[in-house]
Every structure is written in structure tokens, then in C-alpha cells.
């Protein structure tokens, strides 16, 4: 199929790429230039594992990138919205959303043959229907159902994950006005035979998606309310509580041989300094804010905002207890992405946890993988310093904070051992074994 995607976000790309790779051709819009030119060059605009690979293999061939909409428009016969959908503070900001759909409809205006339009930008529901289906009409002076169809078709991708998540998907969630809509989408994902498709309305498909990304942030702060009462409690550590809960008969399963099998979900249900990213805190936000509107009040999500918001003041809560002051302490924050794999940043808990460290007159060091150049936006050399490596951030360092659950950071036993004299390690992942580090800290543990 001839498709365009208009955002070349991390969905918009990984998307394009994907449906490339599966053998459609794919037109891919954005309105920043720079992206444009790295992507027809067959460059990534962010790190995202197999994406490169991906981009070089089919940019100038199946997949190409513009920032012209309208003549994307006429050489494809379906076309998909990725663009941001940022929370203002009251609900989800439609700007982005308003004028690409105003864009696609004007372009829509000159096309003679049906057209599809795809919303895979995270919106609360109603949005489809209710906002981008009407500016679609007025600007094409076209009718919905008859000259031209609307879908949803929610994307669930992980950073960090994104291509292997997209060429393998858990569910393929198809919202649309009328089955004309519903069955175009089929015929895209035609490449994905063996995942359950669901054939629903636009609505539904929008709610499933915060629905999904809800469950899951509740999961991380119902393990974090609990780890911070361990820690009160003093003598229990949340991990060996955790570890209750995961073997229960409804989280896993045991095979003969006392093997046991355990969902992914458990992966949620534990104990850290906090959840970030660009949609868990975004969508639960909105969700909150979308049932307020409709008059039900949201306490669960909002409790569940409340903790993930308090959470990365355990780390400084910890440094605290270890130092009478943290003024001209040397902390090195080990993981600035807000998850591993991924050099995003956006509303990563290590911004909350530097900030205060700041604050406190701390000195602070950074180390991750992949993400120094996004921290360099976000903080000034005199603020933040890099190190390059790991083994350069864990030394001269009075403490040592884990934020980030890269696996490279399992090396830092190992690091440690040589080190006199031997600095605090504040572990905010829970990632390490806590018997293998001298001066070992971490969330859900207190000892008496
Ligand atoms: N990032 C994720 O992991 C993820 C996962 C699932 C769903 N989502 C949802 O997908 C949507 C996109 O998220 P993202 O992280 O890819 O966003 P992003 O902010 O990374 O990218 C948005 C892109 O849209 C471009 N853009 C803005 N206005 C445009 C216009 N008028 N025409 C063409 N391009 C335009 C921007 O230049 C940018 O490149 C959001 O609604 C988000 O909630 C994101």
C-alpha cells in the first residue's frame, strides 16, 4: 500500500520504517527540515535499536521523507497522524493534532480518489470523532464516510523497544467510522497475520490505549506506596515482598520442576524512584483530567500521579540520612534516559532527582549510555557534569546514584571493589544484588 505518516516522532519514524520494511511505500512528513534530510539519508533522528538499520536499507527506495503534506497526500491512499499530543496542564494540547488535520483536509479538497485518515497519536476519546473528523470536512468540503474514512488505530510501542515491538505486536487495535475505514487498515497490516486484531470504534480504541498505559503506571505506584512503607517499617525489603507477590498463583505460573513462568506485567510491579517518559505521566494526566470533565473523579489515577510525583524525593531522603549536608557532596547519577535503551529524557525521574541535588548544594555528575546530548539540553556544563564512561563516572564520587536500569550498570559491583574509600551506592532501580556493594542504599529498604 502507499502510505503517509505525518510526524516523525518515535512512533512516526519506527512506523514508517516498520511498514517499510514490510513492503509498503511510505511517504513520511514532518515540518522540521533537519529531520526530513537525516531520514532520506537513511540516518535515525533518534537512538532507537534496529531503526538505522532499517532506515538504510529502504531510504530512496520504499520509504521517503518530505515536508510537503499536501503532495504526500495525493501519491498515497492512507495517511496516519503522529504527532504530539502534550498535556497543557488541563487536558491533552490538540494544536498539533487541529493542524494537520486542517492541512489533510485542504489536501483532501483536490484528491479524487477515497483517502483514509488515521489517528495514531494518543488522544482521549472523542477526539476522532469529535475534532479531527470535523475540521476534515470543513477544510475538504468532503464528507466523512462517503468521500473519504477516519480511523484510530492506537500505537503501543515502548522506547527502547520500538522496532522489535512494532514488527511484533501484541494487538492491533482498529477504530474507524464505518467498516470501509476498518478494513483499509486491515489490508496495511495484512503483514502481521498471527496477532489479534480488534475491529472496534474510534472511541473505544482511544480509551483502550490509556486504559493499557493507566493499568501499568498504577502497577509501578502501587509498588512504590508499598516500598515507602517498608522502608518505615524498617527490617522489610521490598524486594523480597515483591517477590511474594510475583510467585502468587495469579502472577505466575509453575511448571513441573518447580520452574516458574511469570507475565511480563511483574516487570511493573516493582519498587523504584518513579516512572517517566512521554506517555505514562502524559496519559495518566489526561485520563484524570478527561474523567474529571465527565464529572467522575479520577482518585485512583490521581493517587497514582501523587506517589510517581513524591517518588524521586526517596533518593535525596536516602542521601540525607547518609550525609549531615549535601552541600559540596559529589553525586554521580548513573541512567538519565527515563528508561533504558532509549536516549529520551522527556520527564525522566533523574531531572526531578538532579534539580534537587542542585538544590541542595550537591555536585553532581551524570552517566548514560546513549543519552549526553539530550542531557546537555536540559542542563548547563556547571550544572551537570558528563562523564564517558562508566568506569570515569563511579570514580571520585562520595555517592552514586542508579536511576536507570541499563544493563551495563551491573558492572558496577565490579567497579566498586577497586575503589578506596568506597562511595555510597543509592539504588533506585532495586537492579543490583544489595549483598554485593559495601555501602548499599536503596527504595523499600531500611534496616534498624
Ligand atoms: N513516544 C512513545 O513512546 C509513544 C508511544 C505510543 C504513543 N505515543 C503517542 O504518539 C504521539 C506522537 O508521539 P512522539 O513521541 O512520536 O512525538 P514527538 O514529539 O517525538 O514527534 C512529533 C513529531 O511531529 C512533528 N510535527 C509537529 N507538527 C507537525 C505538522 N504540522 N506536520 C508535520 N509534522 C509535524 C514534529 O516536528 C515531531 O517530529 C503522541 O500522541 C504520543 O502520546 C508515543
Redesign the pocket.
Known sequence: MKISI???????IVTGACFAEKGHHVTC????QS?VDLINKGTAPIYERGLDELLKKHAGDRLRATTD?AEAVQQTDLSMI????PFNGNEIDLT?IK??AR?LGLALKTKSTYHVVIV????VPGTTDDVVLPVLEESSGKKAGADFGVGMN??????GE?VNEFMYPDRIVLGGIDQQTIERQAELYQGFPDVEVLRTNNKTAEMI?YAANSLLATCISFSNEIANLCTAIKDVDVVDVMHGVHVSRYLSTQLPGKKRVQPPVVSFLAAGCGFG???FP??VRALAAHGQKHDVPMDLLNAVLLVNERQPQQIVRILKKRFSSLQGVRVTILGLAFRPDTN?MRESPAIPIIRALLREGAKVKGYDPVAAEEARRLFSPQELELSQTLAEGVTQADAIVLVTRWDEFRKVPDLLKHLTPQPLFVDGRRLLDKASIDRYEGIGLETT
Open positions: 505525518v510526524g516523525t516522532g518515535y512512533v512516526g512528513v514532518d515540518i522540521d529531520k503534506l503522529a504527532v504530539g499530543t498539533y493542524n494537520v492541512q495514531k497519536s494518543t488522544v492506537p500505537e503501543f510501542l515502548t522506547e520500538a490505549k517518559g512521554s506517555c502524559k496519559d529520551d
